[in-house]
C-alpha cells in the first residue's frame, strides 16, 4: 500500500514550456486535490476532483488544468509555465470531502518541487 | 483573503514542558477543524481533528481545544518531545463545502 505517489519530485521548466504533474492513489478515495505551497502562504487548493470524470475549481486554479479519468490518478496540467508558477505542489486524496460523522482526513503525497525560470 | 491564520510563524520549547500552537479563523462556517505535521520534503501528516460540536478532543500527548465564539482554536502538546519538532498546520473545512482552507503554518522546535 503506497499511499499518494507524486511524479515527478521535482522539475525545472523554462518559461513558456508546459508539463503534467501525476498523482496516484491506491487507497480507493474518492476525493482527490492538488495544493500549491509557498512561503508565508501555506497550502493553497488549486483543483480538485470528487470523483472520477469531474473537477472543480479551488482557490487559486487560473494557469492549470487538471483531469480525473481514472479514479487512482489525478492529473494536473501547465500549459504555458510562469515564474509565478515557482512552488511545491502537494496532491491528496480522501473517502469524501463532505464534513459529517467520518473523521475526514487528506492523506497527502510528498510533494513535487517545481522550479520556473 | 487569508481565512485560516497562524499568527507565529515560529515557536521554540523545552523537552518536556508544554508547546501551544494557535490558530484563528475568520469563516463561521468552518464546521471542522484539523491539524497536520509536515517534515523537511515530506507532505502534511494528520495528526488530530475536532468538529464544531466539542471544543476538546484529546489523543495521548495531543489536546486541540476549539472557542468558537472566539473562531480560534489550539493545539497543545504535553510532554513535547524532540521529535515534535516540525511545521504544523491548522486547517478548516465548512459544513457542505469540499475545500479545505490551511493556515501558514507554525515551525516549532523542541530544545533537548
Known amino acids: 500500500n503506497a499511499g499518494v505517489t507524486q511524479t515527478p519530485k521535482f522539475r525545472v521548466l523554462k518559461t513558456g514550456q508546459s508539463m503534467t504533474l501525476l498523482c496516484a492513489q491506491d487507497?480507493?478515495?474518492?476525493?482527490m486535490y492538488w495544493y500549491r505551497q509557498d512561503p508565508g502562504m501555506g497550502l493553497r487548493l488549486i483543483h480538485y476532483?470528487?470523483?472520477?470524470?469531474?473537477?472543480a475549481k479551488g482557490e487559486v486554479p487560473d494557469g492549470y488544468n487538471v483531469s480525473r479519468l481514472k479514479k487512482q490518478n489525478f492529473l494536473l496540467g501547465l500549459e504555458s509555465a510562469a515564474p509565478s508558477q515557482t512552488s511545491v505542489y502537494f496532491c491528496?486524496?480522501?473517502?469524501?470531502?463532505?464534513?459529517?460523522?467520518?473523521?475526514?482526513?487528506?492523506?497527502f503525497g510528498p510533494g513535487t518541487r517545481l522550479l520556473v525560470l | 483573503d487569508q481565512q485560516v491564520k497562524q499568527n507565529s510563524p515560529s515557536l521554540s520549547v523545552q523537552e518536556g514542558r508544554i508547546s501551544i500552537l494557535n490558530c484563528d479563523y475568520t469563516?463561521?462556517?468552518?464546521?471542522?477543524f484539523l491539524w497536520y505535521k509536515k517534515y523537511p520534503a515530506e507532505g502534511p501528516t494528520f495528526l488530530i481533528s475536532?468538529?464544531?460540536?466539542?471544543d476538546k478532543n484529546e489523543d495521548g500527548r495531543f489536546t486541540v481545544f476549539l472557542n468558537k465564539s472566539a473562531k480560534h482554536l489550539s493545539l497543545h502538546i504535553v510532554p513535547s518531545q524532540p521529535g515534535d519538532s516540525a511545521v504544523y498546520f491548522c486547517?478548516?473545512?465548512?459544513?457542505?463545502?469540499?475545500?479545505?482552507?490551511f493556515g501558514t503554518g507554525t515551525s516549532l522546535t523542541v530544545i533537548p
Open positions: 491528496a486524496s480522501s473517502y469524501d470531502g463532505t464534513s459529517g460523522s467520518w473523521v475526514e482526513t487528506q492523506y
Open positions: 487507497m480507493n478515495h474518492e476525493y
Open positions: 476532483s470528487v470523483g472520477e470524470g469531474t473537477t
Open positions: 469563516n463561521s462556517m468552518f464546521d471542522y
Open positions: 475536532i468538529s464544531s460540536i466539542k
Open positions: 486547517a478548516a473545512s465548512p459544513v457542505t463545502g469540499n475545500q479545505f482552507y
